[in-house]
């Protein structure tokens, strides 16, 4: 089992960016699919960027180009660099886990992972 807590979130304006954290209990690397989600209000969740236990990337294609998702192997983090962002990209984000090895058909679908944070609101402004 492995706890997860997110941080980096809040409010900032049209074009620009914010890095979100997750801290995770144990050590995730090439042992859980990780990834990030987010739900905004009234919207179901949805995938926005996840890393496989075999590396493999994967991004929606809403934030392709725009976010970029990486693991700190030493700090036991999961980390979501976010750049020009957008007002419709305001929603609460989730990092999840799950120690299955996803592959790319399944890495940004939130039913297949077991392992949620309690998320970090980002809102972005015009």
């Known amino acids: 089992q492995v706890q997860l807590v997110e941080s980096g979130g809040g409010s900032v304006q049209s074009e620009g960016s914010l890095r979100l954290s997750c801290a995770a209990s144990t050590f995730t690397y090439r042992r859980y699919s990780m990834g990030w989600f987010r739900q905004a209000p009234g919207k179901e969740r949805e995938g926005v960027a996840a890393?496989?236990?075999?590396?493999?990337?994967t991004y929606a294609d809403s934030v392709k180009a725009r976010f970029t998702i990486s693991q700190d192997n030493v700090k036991k983090t999961l980390d979501l660099q976010m750049n020009s962002l957008k007002p419709e990209d305001t929603a609460m984000y989730y990092c999840?886990?799950?120690?299955?090895?996803?592959?790319?058909?399944?890495?940004?679908?939130?039913?297949?992972?077991?392992?949620w944070g309690q998320g970090t609101q980002v809102t972005v402004s015009l």
């Open positions: 999840a886990a799950d120690v299955r090895s996803l592959t790319s058909s399944y890495l940004l679908n939130p039913k297949w992972y077991n392992y």
């Open positions: 890393i496989s236990r075999a590396g493999t990337i």
